[in-house]
């Protein structure tokens, strides 16, 4: 019984408190003192992506032997610093009399409250399809494995999932480090990896979609707010009916959510979109720059097509913006924002060179 207590505190801890902590830590340096507390968590998950693949991709190619241990320990160091810095700046403009306010719920969530209802139970209904009729797969094999394997032996990418025997590092899947964020998930509150992928972050990051979904239709809707939840209930009936090929995102989010390309094409891009969209409107928000910075970052935790795929959004997305305010620099300023991938895209091809001439000269 205190086991699970501990494993529902620690998801509480790990899923909400630390990254509604860094969300406030980003969110205060654009100097907002109204907040909406969606976008703060939102945020926050895109912080704490791309801080986790800065800190796990380094340890991952140049630490070798039980090398989690060193992941696990660092990140939780850096990721409690970064939520006590923005509590401790929300806490500190308080004290000097600041009015920083959250937007209250009616704000958040307008419109018809019955219809608001029934977006409820529509998703109370997908997550007990997703937990009650979860489905298994080759990629489980893999994926699932992999992050079970660093859980159990505090090793990464040093074991072949399918045979457990060793093996070199695959580059490609080294660097889309989202399966050890799932073991230093598990880790942390002491749930089983694959009890963790089929049965619990379905049930988090679904909901974390879905309000993603809902910022961009608060966006798009702009006054006719009393839409919002017209708009979310249809989201959720796309997740429902979208089944219509293996291949499409809402398939990955309802059967695959455990997999890095469920998250880049139903929270990454979305939350992309979301961010050049809020910029458009504000081009000296500090903290969607930030934001935008931390986007082309996370990428490539999930997969590297999506870490080209982010770029492509950006320069087209940016493309257009610039002939808006007719000003090249905004393009430049918008460009730099892609740096990370740039790194990105150094550190994959070198190690790629580097561990095929080592396994060809063996």
């Not at 990254?19 to 830590?25: D, E, H, R």
């Not at 893999?142 to 090793?155: C, E, F, K, P």
């Not at 999930?302 to 982010?310: E, G, H, K, Q």
Request: with cysteine; hydrophobic share 55%; net charge neutral.
């Amino acid at each position: 019984m205190l086991q699970v207590i501990w494993q529902i505190i620690g998801l509480f801890l790990f899923m909400i408190a630390i990254p509604f902590g860094m969300g406030l830590a980003v969110m205060q340096t654009g100097g907002k003192i109204k907040m909406d507390p969606v976008t703060v968590l939102v945020s926050g998950y895109l912080v704490m992506f791309a801080t986790f693949e800065v800190v796990a991709v380094p340890i991952v190619l140049w630490v070798s032997g039980e090398n989690f241990i060193y992941l696990k320990w660092f990140y939780l160091f850096l990721s409690g610093l970064l939520a006590l810095w923005g509590m401790f700046l929300y806490v500190k403009r308080k004290k000097k009399g600041e009015e920083i306010t959250f937007d209250p719920v009616k704000e958040i969530f307008a419109g018809d409250k019955v219809l608001w209802c029934m977006v409820l139970l529509v998703l109370l209904y997908i997550l007990y399809m997703i937990v009650t009729h979860t489905s298994f797969d080759g990629d489980d094999s893999y994926y699932v494995a992999q992050s079970l394997i660093t859980q159990n032996t505090g090793t990464m990418y040093t074991q072949e999932p399918y045979t457990g025997g060793s093996t070199v590092l695959d580059v490609r899947h080294a660097m889309a480090v989202f399966t050890m964020w799932i073991a230093y998930l598990g880790s942390m509150t002491g749930i089983h990896t694959t009890i963790l992928c089929h049965s619990i972050l379905p049930c988090i990051i679904l909901p974390l979609v879905l309000l993603v979904d809902m910022l961009i239709g608060k966006e798009m809707l702009g006054e006719k707010e009393a839409m919002l939840p017209h708009f979310v209930l249809f989201m959720e009936f796309l997740f429902l009916f979208g089944y219509v090929s293996l291949y499409t995102g809402e398939t990955f989010l309802m059967t695959r959510t455990w997999q890095g390309k469920a998250l880049a094409s139903n929270f990454l891009f979305p939350m992309g979109l979301l961010l050049l969209m809020r910029l458009s409107k504000d081009l000296h928000d500090r903290s969607t720059w930030i934001l935008l910075c931390m986007f082309a970052t996370a990428a490539g935790l999930f997969s590297s097509l999506a870490v080209m795929l982010s770029v492509l959004l950006i320069v087209c997305f940016g493309f257009f913006l610039m002939i808006r305010e007719k000003s090249f620099l905004l393009y430049v300023k918008l460009g730099l924002t892609c740096l990370p991938v740039v790194v990105y895209f150094g550190i994959y091809v070198m190690n790629y060179f580097l561990y095929s001439y080592v396994h060809y000269k063996k």
